[in-house]
């Protein structure tokens, strides 16, 4: 954290002296919400959800706006603590322990901390992530976690720049769910925006599907929030791009 080059930004930033790098978190990630839920994929549900605050995207979309994009947001996150509200729910019958944010590999020392307090856990730990991390920080999330619930977002880099996503990025994306895939259940995610059919899901969705060891999830609840409206989506995907959606999610490779 003296040098941060944990995400492809490198910034090589001193987060122990405060917020900092193009992420402007600290060391230690907060929390904005810690609850059990249904919005996972079936075999994760119910999900014991923590949510931390902090992102090193700054998409237009973001269903979660400030909580998510801001590090100040939320309560001071101690492991031990979060460990023993995990395990509470598991006990009360959560199916999985999922780690989200904002983006959570920012934090990635203190998710390896989380993840050795909680073992062994009689459930999946997942980690919900925009893959936008070096190498180094990806094979060490792939050793403290059990399943990798992975957004791919944008189909062309024109349409992640626009939107509030670093580039080159495609193509860090595409190698880092290479390096997963086989190595941990990996269930790609792609949200379906509104005008966004033809450059960004279609082929994301045909590129997961050609890639052994890989699951894709295609969504189509998409919601106008935070400042989607300011990019050009402020509206719902409309029927054609939902009926659109729905064959993507039942095409075969």
């Not at 990798?148 to 939107?163: H, Q, S, V, W």
């Not at 295609?218 to 929030?225: K, L, Q, Y």
């Amino acid at each position: 954290m003296k040098c941060c080059l944990l995400c492809e930004h490198r910034c090589a930033a001193d987060r122990t002296a405060g917020p900092a790098g193009r992420c402007h978190a600290g060391a230690f990630p907060r929390t904005f919400a810690a609850l059990t839920e249904y919005a996972e994929e079936d075999f994760l549900n119910p999900a014991f959800a923590v949510s931390l605050s902090g992102c090193n995207f700054r998409c237009a979309f973001c269903i979660t706006g400030r909580d998510s994009q801001d590090a100040s947001r939320g309560g001071a996150a101690d492991v031990a603590t979060v460990a023993a509200q995990a395990r509470a729910a598991v006990a009360a019958g959560a199916r999985s322990v999922v780690i989200l944010g904002g983006e959570p590999t920012i934090f990635l020392p203190w998710l390896e901390e989380l993840s050795a307090a909680l073992r062994p856990l009689p459930c999946p730990l997942a980690l919900k992530t925009n893959l936008w991390v070096t190498p180094e920080a990806l094979e060490r999330c792939l050793a403290a976690f059990d399943v990798i619930l992975a957004d791919f977002k944008f189909g062309t880099d024109a349409c992640a720049r626009r939107l509030g996503a670093p580039v080159p990025y495609g193509r860090i994306v595409r190698r880092n769910l290479r390096l997963c895939a086989g190595r941990r259940r990996t269930v790609v995610r792609h949200l379906v925006m509104p005008g966004h059919v033809a450059c960004c899901a279609r082929p994301v969705a045909r590129w997961v599907r050609r890639q052994p060891g890989l699951e894709l999830a295609i969504r189509d609840h998409f919601v106008p929030a935070w400042r989607a409206d300011r990019a050009g989506l402020g509206r719902t995907t409309t029927e054609a791009e939902s009926t659109a959606s729905a064959r993507l999610a039942g095409e075969s490779a």
